[in-house]
């Protein structure tokens, strides 16, 4: 159990109960694509809950197909990033040069 997005928590495919999904208010709207289950983990957080990885569970990923243009997907991933880190006071991603690069483009 812990908080780090990746190894205590991490992907698309979790399970949470229905308690807790009604105890955090459910899902975060405001984050709709990358940094979901970063925002799960702040929500359960909020609520003295840690999550946790199943090591034996198995999910098969075949391919996004989500996507269509580079400017969609930017929008999905660092529009993402820049949302949760307003919203949740938070610094992810600051001194990557993708995120600088995406962040200069904005203005």
Do not use: A
């Not at 459910?26 to 090591?55: A, R, Y």
């Not at 075949?62 to 529009?79: A, F, N, P, V």
Request: glycine share 8%.
């Amino acid at each position: 159990m812990g908080d780090v997005c990746g190894r205590h928590f991490g992907g698309w495919c979790f399970m949470i109960s229905r308690e807790l999904w009604k105890e955090i208010g459910g899902f975060d709207t405001d984050i709709s694509f990358w940094f979901s289950d970063n925002c799960v983990i702040e929500q359960v957080k909020s609520v003295g809950v840690l999550p946790m990885l199943v090591p034996k569970s198995i999910v098969h990923h075949l391919r996004s197909m989500t996507l269509m243009s580079r400017e969609d997907q930017d929008s999905l991933t660092w529009g993402q990033v820049e949302t949760f880190n307003q919203k949740y006071h938070q610094e992810q991603f600051l001194k990557d040069p993708r995120y600088q690069e995406w962040r200069k483009s904005q203005k």
